[in-house]
């Protein structure tokens, strides 16, 4: 029996110190470790209920520092609360020890001269119904098969791409959540850019993860978030990649950086 992302966020224990506790199920898992984008859920998840009464997420600084998975514990700590920003951290603390942090801050929007976008939208991209699946045979890890993964452009992984960038449209397959936290969820869905590039499966980590909110609530038609990811380098072992997330509009949502560990 799979445990979805909407029974997984529902079985939090709450303290009342600031510090949760759930168990990561194997499905959920990216070879040793809990899925990154699960891993910034819960952290945000953490904070949403240790805190409370927070102004709109507009950003967040992750460090994927060590495996866990199984039961973990969320510490959360409240760093700054401004007049118009709170910062927040949390630690995802496993039976290894520290495996993710993350760093929160929460805006409440302001009156201001400017009201520009410039990112614009994405290239022209197939709708993801008439695009075929990421994984071709279903060979992704096992916590891909809570969502559904259409390749827009650029190659599948593991194919000898020449493609420096792919986009990738995402869905959850439980769709009965649709707030932030489920979008923090599959934001890190796709992907690293360099793997496209590889003829056969190497490992790969992210390290890092920077992710800038670019709209207060963000919403999107029939689930639908379209994900591109774009090598700026890859060099010594590690690639630094650029990465953008649309709604089916082609409105942008997100802006997000990664350095990502190969061994390729």
Not at 125 to 148: I, K
Not at 194 to 200: A, L, R
């Amino acid at each position: 029996m799979t445990v979805s992302f909407t029974e997984l966020m529902a079985s939090f224990a709450q303290d009342t110190d600031g510090t949760c506790s759930v168990t990561i199920p194997a499905e959920w898992m990216q070879g040793r470790s809990t899925y990154g984008g699960l891993s910034a859920a819960i952290c945000l998840k953490a904070v949403y209920g240790s805190l409370g009464d927070l102004p709109p997420l507009r950003s967040a600084q992750v460090s994927f520092i060590g495996p866990a998975g199984g039961p973990i514990t969320v510490k959360t700590q409240e760093l700054r609360r401004g007049k118009s920003v709170t910062y927040a951290g949390a630690d995802v603390v496993g039976e290894q020890g520290i495996a993710t942090r993350a760093v929160f801050a929460f805006g409440a929007p302001r009156d201001s001269a400017f009201d520009e976008e410039h990112i614009g939208a994405p290239p022209s991209v197939p709708r993801p119904e008439d695009c075929g699946p990421l994984f071709p045979g279903g060979f992704g890890p096992a916590f891909t098969q809570f969502f559904e993964p259409k390749l827009g452009l650029g190659g599948a992984p593991c194919t000898g791409s020449d493609a420096h960038e792919h986009f990738v449209w995402v869905r959850h397959k439980d769709r009965e959540d649709a707030d932030m936290l489920a979008l923090i969820a599959h934001s890190a869905m796709a992907p690293p850019a360099i793997f496209p590039k590889f003829t056969e499966y190497s490992p790969g980590s992210s390290m890092n993860w920077h992710i800038n909110i670019l709209a207060a609530e963000p919403s999107t038609e029939d689930g639908w978030w379209l994900i591109r990811s774009a090598i700026d380098t890859a060099q010594n072992g590690y690639s630094s990649q650029d990465m953008t997330i649309w709604n089916k509009a082609g409105f942008p949502v997100m802006s997000m950086k990664q350095c990502v560990a190969y061994f390729a």
